[in-house]
């Protein structure tokens, strides 16, 4: 069955840098568009960043941009969150999500994925 | 944007809940779908997708969800509320260009 692991969360310092894997299995990763989703304690959901299946196109929420980076190695089944100049209120948990692939059919049934996230606390 | 509405929703068991969620473009994309969805997060759980292009139930959704709407407004309904609908919704519209999620800010849903 599918499954979606987060790892690298943990406690850094404001202007520290931070890498986020997410390894998945169970499904053809190198076919599916993937997506960071952060939620700050206590706070709603908010997507943070995409990536296409070959990796070719990323997009990224106005508050990282310039500071995150999203990347994948499809022979390996992962998914990366390059973070730096990291600031407090980049802390939350940090979830890890898969999107439908990329050339999907309108008409099909693409259930979606979700790891059980990584915590990343930015504290001094 | 997307806005969502009540934010926080007391029920008491056996009644109805609606969720309203209200997005400030048209959700219609080019391939002629309507990316809406509605997910569900449980105290302490990850979000689970509950209904996808508007009104489809995913695998395993009891059919008290039910979704409904079109172009900016949706609803979100759960027929006769349980103890396990506890928990937090989200509406969410997804686009493929950009590649990007839109989050609505979500309602609480707790046991009047």
């Known amino acids: 069955q599918v499954q979606v692991v987060e790892s690298g969360g943990g406690v850094v310092r404001p202007g520290r840098s931070l890498r986020l894997s997410c390894v998945v299995s169970?499904?053809?990763?190198?076919?599916?568009?993937m997506h960071w989703v952060r939620q700050a304690p206590g706070k709603g959901l908010e997507w943070v960043a995409s990536?296409?299946?070959?990796?070719?196109?990323?997009n990224y929420v106005d508050s990282v941009k310039g500071r995150f980076s999203i990347s994948r190695d499809n022979s390996n089944n992962t998914l990366y969150l390059q973070m730096s100049s990291l600031r407090v209120d980049d802390t939350a948990v940090y979830y890890c999500?898969?999107?439908?692939?990329?050339?999907?059919?309108?008409?099909?049934?693409?259930?979606?994925?979700w790891g059980q996230g990584t915590l990343v606390t930015v504290s001094s | 944007v997307m806005t969502q509405s009540p934010l926080s929703l007391p029920v008491a068991l056996g009644q109805p809940a609606s969720i309203s969620c209200k997005s400030s473009?048209?959700?219609?994309?080019?391939?002629?779908?309507?990316?809406l969805n509605w997910f569900q997060q449980r105290p302490g759980q990850s979000p689970r997708r509950l209904i996808y292009?508007?009104?489809k139930r995913d695998s395993g959704v009891p059919d008290r969800f039910s979704g409904s709407g079109s172009g900016t407004d949706f609803t979100l309904k759960i027929s006769r509320v349980e103890a396990e609908d506890v928990g937090i919704y989200y509406c969410?519209?997804?686009?493929?260009?950009?590649?990007?999620?839109?989050f609505g800010q979500g309602t609480k849903v707790e046991i009047k």
């Open positions: 999500a898969r999107d439908t692939p990329h050339y999907y059919d309108p008409s099909g049934y693409y259930p979606t994925s």
């Open positions: 169970g499904f053809t990763f190198r076919s599916y568009d």
């Open positions: 990536i296409w299946f070959d990796g070719s196109n990323e």
């Open positions: 473009q048209s959700l219609v994309y080019s391939d002629e779908n309507t990316h």
């Open positions: 292009k508007v009104s």
């Open positions: 969410m519209q997804g686009t493929h260009w950009p590649l990007a999620w839109t």
